[in-house]
């Protein structure tokens, strides 16, 4: 097997909408695997571009950061694609329900729970505020972090919408992600990489 477990990122593009809204957005799409397995973060827009990404790997899973439909949009079409389950927080079960009202999460990610792929472990932190149920993947052995919507390069991600909280998303991203080593590289749902160092001064203190 080879064995370099790595990060590839794939760019989709479409709409987000929520609560009588709708933006085009690009998002992120993370690929972690190496030559021979993945695991999908955060199935976005494009199911067949993101197939054509795994160019024949088995997917291990595709874990969803939370619920909002600019995430999981195409994660339905793509669990068919791969066989892959496609794994949940609870907490934004009713928020998946508005995108695909037929169809349930094969699995549901928990804080602590860790998901293995290409021989390394990635850890879930339940990380509540966008959504109640929020997640991000730390990769230690990347140096890496998925934060989705969570924490991006400036700062906290957005709340103010429905299923959303401004202090609970700081109080999360400080006394959960800004407590992992300064050099870890954030892998955001939209936009650019940014530091866990760089952020520390982006989140307000109590």
Not at 13 to 21: C, I
Not at 62 to 81: M, N, P, Q, R
Not at 144 to 171: K, N
């Amino acid at each position: 097997m080879s064995r370099r477990a790595r990060v590839q990122r794939v760019v989709t593009s479409g709409t987000f909408s929520l609560d009588g809204e709708t933006f085009d957005v690009d998002n992120n799409v993370w690929l972690v695997g190496d030559d021979d397995e993945v695991l999908i973060v955060d199935a976005a827009h494009d199911a067949r571009a993101i197939h054509q990404a795994v160019a024949g790997r088995h997917v291990t899973a595709i874990v969803c950061t939370h619920a909002h439909d600019d995430h999981i949009d195409a994660a339905a079409e793509l669990s068919v694609l791969t066989g892959a389950p496609v794994l949940l927080h609870p907490d934004d079960h009713e928020l998946w329900s508005h995108t695909h009202p037929a169809r349930k999460p094969d699995g549901e990610l928990s804080d602590g729970r860790i998901l293995t792929v290409a021989g390394i472990e990635l850890r879930v932190i339940h990380n509540p505020g966008h959504t109640w149920g929020s997640c991000s993947l730390h990769a230690p052995a990347l140096n890496a972090v998925f934060t989705g919507d969570t924490l991006f390069h400036g700062g906290p991600g957005a709340t103010g919408r429905s299923y959303s909280d401004r202090p609970t998303i700081e109080a999360s991203i400080r006394n959960r992600l800004l407590t992992l080593p300064g050099d870890t590289t954030v892998h955001t749902g939209h936009g650019q990489d940014t530091t866990i160092a760089a952020e520390r001064p982006c989140v307000p203190t109590p």
